[in-house]
C-alpha cells in the first residue's frame, strides 16, 4: 500500500507560482509512473501532468503546457508540480497519483490507470 501526501496548495493572485509538492510512503517511489490531476467544482477529473519512474519522459496537458513543470526526487520519494503564470481556470483541487509497472502512453492520462491517490491539495486562483 502507498500513501500520497499532496502539499504546497494556497490562494494566489493571477500571473502568480505555486509549487506543489506529493510524499510518498512507499521506498519503491522510484518505479512508480506519477501524475497530477485536478478537478474543478462539477467537472470530472482531468489530467494535469505525468512523469515516467526515471523522470526522462514527462507529459502535460495542452493547457498546462509551457506554464508547468512536473519533477520528481527519487532519493525524497517526492513528485512535484511547478505551476506557474496561474490562471483563474486553473483553480481545482490537485491530486498526486501513482502506479508501477510497464505502461503505455496513452495510460499516462487516464485516472482509471492510476492505482494510488492523495487527498488533494486546493489552488486557487484570484483575479
Known amino acids: 500500500q502507498v500513501q500520497l501526501l499532496e502539499s504546497g496548495g494556497g490562494l494566489v493572485q493571477v500571473g502568480a507560482s505555486l509549487r506543489l509538492s506529493c510524499a510518498a510512503s512507499?521506498?519503491?517511489?522510484?518505479?512508480?509512473?506519477m501524475g497530477w490531476f485536478r478537478q474543478a467544482p462539477g467537472k470530472e477529473r482531468e489530467f494535469v501532468a505525468a512523469?515516467?519512474?526515471?523522470?526522462?519522459?514527462?507529459y502535460y496537458a495542452d493547457s498546462v503546457k509551457g506554464r508547468f513543470i512536473i519533477s520528481r526526487d527519487n532519493a525524497k520519494n517526492t513528485l512535484y508540480l511547478q505551476m506557474n503564470s496561474l490562471k483563474p481556470e486553473d483553480t481545482a483541487i490537485y491530486y498526486c497519483?501513482?502506479?508501477?509497472?510497464?505502461?503505455?502512453?496513452?495510460?499516462?492520462?487516464?485516472?482509471?490507470?492510476?492505482?494510488?491517490w492523495g487527498q488533494g491539495t486546493q489552488v486557487t486562483v484570484s483575479s
Open positions: 497519483a501513482g502506479r508501477g509497472g510497464l505502461y503505455s502512453v496513452r495510460d499516462v492520462y487516464t485516472p482509471a490507470k492510476y492505482d494510488y
Open positions: 512507499a521506498r519503491t517511489f522510484s518505479s512508480y509512473r
Open positions: 512523469i515516467s519512474w526515471s523522470g526522462g519522459s514527462t
